[in-house]
Structure formats: C-alpha cells, structure tokens
C-alpha cells in the first residue's frame, strides 16, 4: 500500500507528465515546477522575475530589451551603466553588468569586421563598449533608434474577460490575463516598434515587446504564433500575434505596460 506522502508524489509525476504532453502545441513553454508538500499535495509555482545577477552574459536571442524586462530593469537604465548606445546592439557573450561595481569588471570586446572585396583580404577591428573579450556573433538585430510619440493612444490588445488582475505587490501578477479563445488575433496596443520577439524569457511563452517611446514599453505573452519579427514598425491596432494558452492550459493573453521599466496596471490606460 502507498503511503500519503508516496501517493501524493506519484500524483505529482502524473500531472507534470500530463501537463508538459497537453503542453505540446499551444505555444506556451512549460515553466512550471511542481511542489509536492511532505502532506502530499501539490501546487504549480510559476518563476517569472528571477534573481537579479551581477553580471549576466549574452545568449542567443537575446535583446538588451529582453534582458532588463527580465530583471524588471529600464533599458535606458541598463543601457547607459554598460555604455551601450542605441540601438543597443548586443553579441553572444557579451556580459552585461548589473552595478556600477560589476559594470568596472567588464572589458570591450574586439568586433571583427571584413573589410570591402576591393580593399585588402584582412580584418578590421572596432571596440564595442562594456562587454567582455569574445568572438562577436551579433545577437539582437541592428535597428534604427525609434522615438516614438510623446502622446499615446491606447487599446485592448484583445476582447475577452479579465481572469487575472493587476497587482503591485506580486511578483507574478505584473498585467492583466485576458480570456481568448487559442488563435485569436491579438492587437498592438499602441503605435511602436518590436524590441523583442521570441520565447527566452522564462514565464512569458511565445512573447512579443513593443516600444511606444521612450518611457513606455508593452508586453504580450501566451501566444501561439508570432507574426511580426524584431525592428518592424506596428501600428495601433495591426494583428500581430494569435493567443495561445497560459501556464493554467486555458486560453489566454497575458498583458503588460511598463512605464520606465516599472509594471503598470494596464486598466489606468486602456479605454
């Protein structure tokens, strides 16, 4: 006979197993750990804002946008203590200081550059700032500086119920969750330019980053499908994603503002 705690471990495998197979095709990746109590019950306990490091090195994929949403930074913040300058292009393995103290310990890397077929068969080499000495495979896309507009106007990415609120004292509940049905189109909230446009970001599935100017950025997660890439130009109210499911395996979008890199609640925006 199984024992309490055996039975609620047993349990556990079962729905993680159940869940990364139901997981398979929404466009969701699985973040979920599941907890099982030594009383034999279990929880899903969701990782969405990690542990700030002092130093962080590139991957693949990654943007400096990226990047500092992960950390609930400001780009501009963490732009300008790694001297990076826009359009804040970054390279694999480049290492990126969080504090003035480990912003010292970073020194630039070499980026080599071929020269023209009509000049000589050799390399040129220019300095990038505040990474570290590597080979400089160039990470996130070279785009033009977008300003964007000083006055925003606002919409609902998508029309669905609210199913999860605003909060700013959880550090999961950072937007709202919209209810829709996988496959929606979901919406451009504002006029922008994608910063960031991939599935890197632990929590946040199939995500999409818009910049709308200079102070405010926002966020879509869940999708099943993106349909704009990095660097494109959106206008207010162009289909740019389909929804997916969230971390719960029910239909949904999940949206965020951040106003200078700090979460928002988007209900103070949107008519």
């Not at 973040?31 to 990782?47: E, F, M, N, P, R």
């Not at 946040?204 to 709308?212: A, F, P, Q, S, V």
């Not at 389909?242 to 951040?258: A, T």
């Amino acid at each position: 006979m199984l024992t309490l705690f055996a039975h609620g471990r047993w349990l556990g495998g079962l729905l993680l197993v159940s869940l990364l197979t139901a997981c398979g095709g929404s466009g969701y990746i699985p973040i979920q750990d599941l907890a099982v109590s030594s009383k034999g019950t279990s929880s899903l306990v969701l990782h969405y804002k990690p542990k700030t490091p002092k130093l962080y090195t590139v991957k693949g994929g990654d943007t400096l946008f990226a990047i500092a949403w992960r950390y609930g930074w400001d780009y501009k913040a963490l732009a300008k203590l790694n001297k990076i300058p826009a359009p804040y292009t970054i390279y694999v393995g480049q290492t990126i200081a969080f504090n003035a103290a480990s912003a010292t310990q970073v020194k630039p890397v070499v980026v080599k550059r071929s020269k023209p077929a009509s000049s000589a068969s050799t390399a040129s080499t220019t300095t990038a700032s505040a990474v570290k000495p590597q080979p400089s495979k160039q990470v996130s896309k070279a785009v033009k500086p977008y300003k964007g507009s000083s006055s925003l106007r606002w919409q609902w990415p998508l029309k669905g119920g609210i199913v999860q609120k605003f909060s700013g004292k959880s550090e999961t509940s950072k937007g709202v969750d919209i209810a829709a049905k996988p496959g929606s189109s979901v919406l451009a909230a504002a006029k922008g330019q994608i910063v960031y446009a991939g599935n890197g970001i632990q929590g946040y599935g199939n995500l999409l980053i818009i910049k709308h100017n200079d102070t405010y950025l926002s966020a879509y997660a869940y999708n099943s499908r993106l349909l704009v890439g990095e660097g494109d130009v959106v206008q207010l109210g162009q289909v740019i994603a389909q929804s997916g499911k969230g971390p719960q395996l029910d239909g949904r979008l999940h949206f965020e503002i951040r106003k200078d890199g700090k979460p928002v609640n988007p209900q103070s925006y949107l008519p």
